[in-house]
């Protein structure tokens, strides 16, 4: 049996969706024993109703009732949650591959498989999603950076993006270019850019 590398499943949870209690403690015990941290989910609205946000993988089974796996899927991508998927069923076609991989799975497992199989599939999603993590957590950054900005910084940051000078935002806002500076430089440093330039880049990378 393969067992993940420690940097592969340190910060990551596996999601367990499934609406089978058996097969939810199978995979628990699987998971356990080559190391992963995972919790399981009895139907898709579970897992929504309890994920806290952190970097995961999601293994769904998509023949569940209520909430099919491809609509819990949308509803992931919708939600821009911070986990990747890897689809379990019993009936895969290419229509289905092409489906589920559109709604953002990263890879499709057809049952039955055996252990080796399973880690070796998700071994590989992981790995695909280092990128996928990466930038999310550059975003959260962002957006954090973005959150402790005073509503007065806010609107100049906005002006900035909009190609106003200092100038042109203290007419604007009806402040003098001095107290506009100060916001200018505030808003700067506390979105770790060192121009105006890169400020931009970065709300076009990260802020939309």
Wanted: charged residues 25%; proline residues 3%.
């Amino acid at each position: 049996m393969t067992t993940p590398s420690t940097d592969s499943h340190n910060s990551v949870t596996i999601h367990v969706i499934d609406d089978d209690r058996g097969i939810r403690e199978a995979l628990r015990r699987l998971l356990y024993r080559a190391g992963y941290e995972s919790r399981s989910h009895s139907s898709g609205a579970a897992f929504l109703k309890s994920y806290d946000g952190a970097p995961g993988c999601v293994i769904l089974d998509l023949a569940m009732p209520q909430m099919r796996g491809e609509a819990l899927l949308e509803e992931i991508a919708r939600r821009r949650l911070n986990v990747v998927a890897l689809v379990l069923t019993g009936h895969a076609t290419i229509e289905s591959a092409i489906r589920v991989t559109r709604a953002g799975a990263l890879d499709l497992l057809e049952k039955p498989f055996d252990n080796d199989q399973l880690l070796s599939a998700l071994g590989n999603a992981l790995c695909k999603a280092q990128p996928i993590f990466a930038r999310q957590a550059l975003v959260n950054d962002y957006q954090q950076r973005h959150a402790s900005l005073t509503p007065s910084e806010r609107n100049v940051m906005d002006l900035i993006l909009a190609g106003l000078t200092s100038q042109d935002i203290a007419a604007r806002l009806g402040n003098s270019k001095k107290t506009i500076d100060i916001h200018r430089a505030r808003v700067m440093r506390k979105m770790g850019a060192g121009s105006t330039a890169e400020l931009i880049i970065d709300w076009t990378t990260l802020g939309k």
